[in-house]
């Protein structure tokens, strides 16, 4: 892995860090000493919600106009009314 010390991580750290997203880390050192290691950022996938992913965690009466407030509070709760 490439070691540089300070100044040269200054003066160059657009080429340094379009070459570390790229896929070459490298280590930033002050007095020969490393201090950091500087490398792409791997953000985590979100997740995605699927279809389907609730089925059969609940029901859905057929006439959904006809249930009451508690009812749908009831049928999101999980509770069977």
Known sequence: MKQVNIYEA????????DKAYKGSPFIIAKSGRPMVKVEAYQAQPTKSTRLGAMKGKMRVPKDIKAVSH????ALFEGNDS
Not at 10 to 17: E, Y
Not at 70 to 73: F, Q, R
């Open 10 to 17: 200054k003066t160059n750290l657009s080429a340094l860090v």
């Open 70 to 73: 508690d009812e749908i509070i």
